[in-house]
Nanobody, 125 residues
Framework: QVQLVESGGGLVQAGGSLRLSCAASGRTFNSYAMGWFRQAPGKEREFVAAVSWNGGNRNYADSVKGRFTISRDNAKKMAYLQMNSLKPEDTALYYC??????????????????WGQGTQVTVSS
């Protein structure tokens, strides 16, 4: 069993930065990939970024490449999403997700089995 709790969301002006954190519990955290997804009102949940089990490989959606950075600290059972140069279109509920089968940073939701409750990010223009 894995439990995930996100934090760090908030209201920020366009061009600003936020750092999201995901605190995980459970024995399998260090063995598998972690990901961040987001869902804007009226839209489907979409992939943002993922990191491999040891942090060595990362995968990003085209829309956030060069602006967002995903990382993890297995000793602390934490995952992070550093978001820079934020745009109004980044406004969404951001979810942390954990896989229990995949070690590599895939961007597909079926590979992730545990989800947090989400943290709201709102970017004003």
């Amino acid at each position: 069993q894995v439990q995930l709790v996100e934090s760090g969301g908030g209201l920020v002006q366009a061009g600003g930065s936020l750092r999201l954190s995901c605190a995980a519990s459970g024995r399998t955290f260090n063995s598998y990939a972690m990901g961040w997804f987001r869902q804007a009102p009226g839209k489907e949940r979409e992939f943002v970024a993922a990191v491999s089990w040891n942090g060595g490989n990362r995968n990003y959606a085209d829309s956030v490449k060069g602006r967002f950075t995903i990382s993890r600290d297995n000793a602390k059972k934490m995952a992070y999403l550093q978001m820079n140069s934020l745009k109004p279109e980044d406004t969404a509920l951001y979810y942390c997700a954990a896989s229990i089968t995949t070690t590599q940073p895939v961007g597909l939701m079926p590979h992730y089995h545990y989800w947090g409750q989400g943290t709201q990010v709102t970017v004003s223009s």
